[in-house]
């Protein structure tokens, strides 16, 4: 990747030398300083095949001539950094939690069919021309007044811990997001009686735990799949697909573009500490103060563009996902941040609250209330076969890998401890393993595996992967060079293969415990 702040000496170079089919095969990236932006650069990270090299980085400046840029090389690396890490921690930290995921929606499936469809939230949800998105950062409180006022006239969609707060407010949202797999998000419903849920539609993710699903009384409830691998091969897809960004308020936002409104409004998103210290707004359920200050801390830029604000990295992750949005929707709709505090989202218009509702609120005709239809009994009983033969299918899917990873692992084990004694491994038998292991990895490309085994084991064989790369890319002289080489490969995989095929193990087991879990709910 060559990144040339002087387009014109990009020109000259690209005149002098013909990079064309490199530049047509992806070879070769150019950008120039105007295209260093958070979506540009995650974008170059958005396949395996580029992120398991991310521990082979670097940033290179290969002429005294670009002294003159240093802070904008500083600003690069950041950026870098910034995009590799948001990155990884896309991938997820915890197997545990992505199992979890996947228990709660096989468990939840029956459950998903008794609801409104996705598809018909998304042909109806638009009530008006401006959305306001509602979250619960520290600011949220000030701008409650005007929005309470301008409640009739646009389409309020919450977040689930927004909920509470705009109900002792007498606010009614039109919908409500929820995406945690945790019991604790039904703390935000339980309180509220179902009389005052009578307009309101709940839209819930079917990773969900069912306590948060019990606790959703009144009003109409939608439950959406999340565009990840086996919830894709599961289906039901009328249901889906929504909510790739990691927090509510991501999925409200993706609800609301994909709706076709035409601006969306966003408030109470400061995803930094407010000047007070408080993580959240006054009336949230776990307290203004739930996240507190740690040296841990980073800090992103100020909304307004002026100095900067204390936020964590779960916040900056957020905001990510936030900017990469907004740069892929900004043809078609109009994002504008009235939230008047905590961080900066780039590519967002920043606009007062009270100007933002004046400029694009002009029709003070009161919204309708949606009607949501059901699937007949009929329809629900096809889905239902197809979904579980999908299910069977996956299952059987994990068996057989699980049975040949574990065969690879046996022999990759033996082979070490052939080499542990005194080198009694030959070339060609390393050689021969570790080709047996690149043909196994060719499997990635296979749907199921890549949907369903790699999505849920990628936050542990990730990490693995980062060490495994430079490895393989390591340059050899002699035989002796290559010797080592395979050996250190082998070593490398044999920890990789053994978490595969616990991992494959862990999968089975909880199709089977969300299945018979299933056969007893509700």
Known sequence: MVIEPDPYIAYVVLNLVDFSEELNHGRLVLLGKDELNFPTISALFSTFETQRYAKLYDLHVNS?????????????????????????????NDTKDALIGLKHHITNLP????????????????????????????????????????APYVSIFAVDASLPVLMQQNITPDFVT?????????????????????????????????????????????MSLRPLGYMMLTGPKEWGYIGIGMSAAN???????????????????????????????VGHVFGEHEVKESEKDG???????????RTTAIWNMFRGFFEKDIAETKEHMLTINATEGGARIFGALELPFEQAIALHVKDKTPKNVMKLTHKSEKEQQTIVREVWDNVVMIRDYCVRWQKNVEVLFLDVAQACERCDAKGSLSLEDAQGLVERIYTMREVFKEEIFDKVIWHIA???????????????????????????????????????LFSLAGCIDSIVKTIDYGCARQLIYR
Not at 77 to 91: A, K, P, Y
Request: aromatic share 10%.
């Open 111 to 150: 459950f998903i069919l008794k609801t409104p469809t996705l598809l018909e939230v998304l042909q109806k949800a638009r009530l008006s021309d401006v959305a306001v998105l509602v979250s619960t950062g520290p600011s949220l409180t000030k701008q409650l007044s005007l929005l309470k006022t301008m």
């Open 299 to 309: 800090w992103a830029v100020a909304y307004g563009g002026e100095g900067h604000v």
């Open 251 to 281: 999925m409200a936002y993706e609800l609301i573009y994909h709706s076709h409104f035409k601006t969306c409004i966003l408030i109470g998103q400061d995803l930094a500490y407010g000047d007070d210290g408080k993580s959240h707004a």
């Open 458 to 496: 990628q936050s542990m064989l990730f990490v693995q992967e980062l060490f495994i790369a430079p490895i393989e890319v390591r340059l050899v002289c002699d035989e002796k060079d290559e010797y080592t080489k395979m050996v250190d490969v082998l070593y490398a995989y044999k920890p990789w």
């Open 178 to 222: 929820s995406i945690e797999r945790v019991p604790y998000g039904s703390r935000f419903f339980k309180e509220i009686p179902s009389s005052r849920m009578k307009n309101v539609t709940t839209v819930l993710s079917s990773l969900q735990h069912d306590e948060v699903i019990q606790s959703v009384t009144g009003g109409e409830v939608v």
């Open 64 to 92: 005294a001539f670009y002294e003159m840029y240093a802070e904008l090389i500083l600003q690069c690396n950041r950026l870098f950094l910034e995009c590799l890490h948001q990155m990884i921690q896309t991938l997820g």
